[in-house]
T-cell receptor
Framework: DVKVTQSSRYLVKRTGEKVFLECVQD?????MFWYRQDPGLGLRLIYFSYDVKMKEKGDIPEGYSVSREKKERFSLILESASTNQTSMYLC?????????????FGDGTRLSIL | AQKITQTQPGMFVQEKEAVTLDCTYDTSDQSYGLFWYKQPSSGEMIFLIY??????QNATEGRYSLNFQKARKSANLVISASQLGDSAMYFC?????????????FGKGTLLTVNP
């Protein structure tokens, strides 16, 4: 079974802090994704990566950056956290190809910015 | 840009009955894929079923089947013999192919409640 592990289930940070959300997958997947999920808005893509050191902006990249130094790890960085970044963050991975492979998700991180 | 519409914010079904969750999509691409995911209250997203735009047969996975009507751009999820554990949020998503920039676009979800 594919395992996608997010470092924290719950996280509380303060406005202005630099926040790191870590995601690790154990299936040698090429593709990794970061989403945020808000009530009534569904899932929205923040950033994704096709390969090590590669990254692409999703629909809502403002205020975020990412890092992928190793194939199995994809980090989401909130450069200066703000209260409107309070949300559920979901990491996912999938194998390569043309995208007909399902994305496998971690359990999510509920981030609160005070 | 892709758009997914799930018109039912909430649905109720009696245990052991079948239920259909609606999904329509809007894409100009000829090649695309459709996914359904389930999200229980615990939060994890669970992949249920996939349908490719060129697949001639409707996809089935156990109690899940996809009623794919390409001309109507509709991909409804049918759950047969509902179980209490099916109570969850269900998301439809469309994937489109396009060079190096592909992505999955999700609908806003339908909350399914299975009553005993």
């Amino acid at each position: 079974d594919v395992k996608v592990t997010q470092s924290s289930r719950y996280l509380v940070k303060r406005t202005g802090e630099k926040v790191f959300l870590e995601c690790v997958q154990d299936m040698d997947h090429e593709n990794m994704f970061w989403y945020r999920q808000d009530p009534g808005l569904g899932l929205r893509l923040i950033y994704f990566s096709y390969d090590v050191k590669m990254k692409e902006k999703g629909d809502i990249p403002e205020g975020y950056s990412v890092s992928r130094e190793k194939k199995e790890r994809f980090s989401l960085i909130l450069e200066s956290a703000s209260t409107n970044q309070t949300s559920m963050y979901l990491c996912a991975s999938s194998s390569g190809g043309y995208g007909n492979q399902p994305q496998h998700f971690g359990d999510g991180t509920r981030l609160s910015i005070l | 840009a892709q758009k997914i519409t799930q018109t039912q914010p909430g649905m109720f079904v009696q245990e052991k009955e079948a239920v259909t969750l609606d999904c329509t999509y809007d894409t100009s691409d000829q090649s695309y894929g459709l996914f359904w995911y389930k999200q229980p209250s615990s939060g994890e997203m669970i992949f249920l079923i996939y349908q490719g735009s060129y697949d001639e047969q409707n996809a089935t996975e156990g109690r899940y089947s996809l009623n794919f009507q390409k001309a109507r751009k509709s991909a409804n999820l049918v759950i047969s013999a509902s179980q209490l554990g099916d109570s969850a949020m269900y998301f439809c998503a469309v994937f489109t192919y396009g060079g190096s920039n592909y992505k999955l676009t999700f609908g806003k979800g339908t909350l399914l409640t299975v009553n005993p």
